[in-house]
């Protein structure tokens, strides 16, 4: 039998029941006493989207670093629990609530899902381990579109509203074209997707007009033809954009990036929050690291522990305050 012990602030491991009896005036040596984390626990690894899409492609990208330079000793069960723009899988996270093996990866999502749907967890619910890297969109077209670039793109939406399609509802990929499209003066119809494949299907077989997305998870599309990037939400445009405008080269500056970051569940033990902020402070400073930042378009932006919950408090401020001033929220 497995439980775990609270001893002045710590937290120990152990493996029966016997090992936890104490004395009537002190306590009594721990048997087989284990530092986290233990290689007989799972990890369990909630990914809150569907395959493929930027917080699984980070997610994995993570694992891979930790197995390859045997960081975490475990096991790790990595499972996409998409549904709810990020609900049901950061949902499964909040209920294993002090579980120091449940862990998740966040996105934009994170933020803006608990301002437009009655979630029982808030952002700064969860035990923040850092954030990551921070990210843009790029707004896309089908290859064969008969838009070559964003000013034709923008007049014909001025004539008809566009049908853009995003993951997710009220969040990071709603807000983008929504600001976009109030400042340029045109409207559109925004389309939901659960994930990125579902939506890259959709605007390839023409059910789209557009779609936003993250560089990194559509370059290759980019690169062959399949898709034509128009325009690019960050204020640095990534080298695999060459030649594409910002929204602020075209005086539409928006100013919204996407956090990408780590969290554990509700009250993890602070020796667990300590132990992967170190690791990821070595995972952060791999090659392969910064292969991922590098071939995903990411700003590096990192932030560790409560710095990161606060970061992530404001995050939300500013996000509902956006999301007000378009009514996409009451």
Same mark, same amino acid.
């Given at each position: 039998?497995?439980?775990?012990?609270?001893?002045?602030?710590?937290?120990?491991?152990?493996?029966?029941?016997?090992?936890?009896?104490?004395?009537?005036?002190?306590?009594?040596?721990?048997?087989?006493?284990?530092?986290?984390?233990?290689?007989?626990?799972?990890?369990?690894?909630?990914?809150?989207?569907?395959?493929?899409?930027?917080?699984?492609?980070?997610?994995?990208?993570?694992?891979?670093?930790?197995?390859?330079?045997?960081?975490?000793?475990?096991?790790?069960?990595?499972?996409?629990?998409?549904?709810?723009?990020?609900?049901?899988?950061?949902?499964?996270?909040?209920?294993?609530?002090?579980?120091?093996?449940?862990?998740?990866?966040?996105?934009?999502?994170?933020?803006?899902?608990?301002?437009?749907?009655?979630?029982?967890?808030?952002?700064?619910?969860?035990?923040?381990?850092?954030?990551?890297?921070?990210?843009?969109?790029?707004?896309?077209?089908?290859?064969?579109?008969?838009?070559?670039?964003?000013?034709?793109?923008?007049?014909?939406?001025?004539?008809?509203?566009?049908?853009?399609?995003?993951?997710?509802?009220?969040?990071?990929?709603?807000?983008?074209?929504?600001?976009?499209?109030?400042?340029?003066?045109?409207?559109?119809?925004?389309?939901?997707?659960?994930?990125?494949?579902?939506?890259?299907?959709?605007?390839?077989?023409?059910?789209?007009?557009?779609?936003?997305?993250?560089?990194?998870?559509?370059?290759?599309?980019?690169?062959?033809?399949?898709?034509?990037?128009?325009?690019?939400?960050?204020?640095?445009?990534?080298?695999?954009?060459?030649?594409?405008?910002?929204?602020?080269?075209?005086?539409?500056? +928006?100013?919204?990036?996407?956090?990408?970051?780590?969290?554990?569940?509700?009250?993890?033990?602070?020796?667990?929050?300590?132990?992967? +902020?170190?690791?990821?402070?070595?995972?952060?400073?791999?090659?392969?690291?910064?292969?991922?930042?590098?071939?995903?378009?990411?700003?590096?932006?990192?932030?560790?522990?409560?710095?990161?919950?606060?970061?992530?408090?404001?995050?939300?401020?500013?996000?509902?305050?956006?999301?007000?001033?378009?009514?996409?929220?009451?």
């Amino acid at each position: 039998m497995t439980i775990t012990l609270n001893f002045s602030g710590s937290w120990l491991r152990a493996t029966s029941l016997a090992a936890a009896i104490v004395a009537p005036l002190a306590f009594a040596p721990v048997a087989n006493a284990q530092v986290y984390p233990s290689a007989d626990e799972t990890l369990d690894w909630t990914i809150a989207f569907g395959p493929g899409g930027g917080n699984d492609i980070m997610a994995r990208t993570i694992i891979d670093i930790l197995a390859k330079y045997d960081l975490y000793p475990g096991d790790i069960r990595a499972e996409n629990r998409a549904g709810g723009s990020g609900a049901v899988g950061w949902g499964h996270l909040f209920g294993q609530s002090g579980d120091p093996y449940a862990i998740s990866t966040t996105s934009g999502s994170f933020v803006t899902t608990p301002l437009q749907a009655d979630t029982p967890w808030q952002p700064a619910d969860f035990t923040p381990v850092a954030l990551l890297a921070t990210d843009d969109l790029v707004l896309v077209v089908n290859g064969s579109s008969e838009y070559q670039n964003i000013q034709e793109f923008i007049a014909a939406a001025k004539e008809q509203p566009m049908a853009i399609g995003g993951t997710g509802t009220v969040n990071v990929d709603f807000i983008v074209p929504t600001l976009f499209a109030k400042r340029a003066g045109f409207e559109f119809d925004y389309v939901s997707f659960n994930s990125m494949s579902d939506q890259t299907t959709a605007l390839l077989s023409e059910s789209l007009d557009a779609m936003v997305g993250n560089p990194g998870e559509i370059l290759g599309l980019i690169d062959s033809g399949d898709l034509r990037p128009l325009v690019y939400s960050g204020q640095s445009l990534p080298a695999a954009l060459k030649g594409v405008p910002t929204m602020g080269d075209l005086g539409y500056d +928006i100013g919204v990036s996407m956090p990408r970051g780590l969290i554990l569940a509700p009250d993890a033990p602070t020796e667990v929050q300590d132990w992967w +902020i170190a690791t990821m402070k070595k995972v952060v400073d791999t090659p392969e690291w910064g292969e991922y930042i590098n071939s995903n378009t990411l700003t590096p932006t990192v932030i560790y522990g409560e710095d990161f919950r606060t970061f992530l408090t404001n995050t939300k401020t500013g996000f509902e305050e956006v999301l007000r001033s378009v009514g996409a929220i009451d």
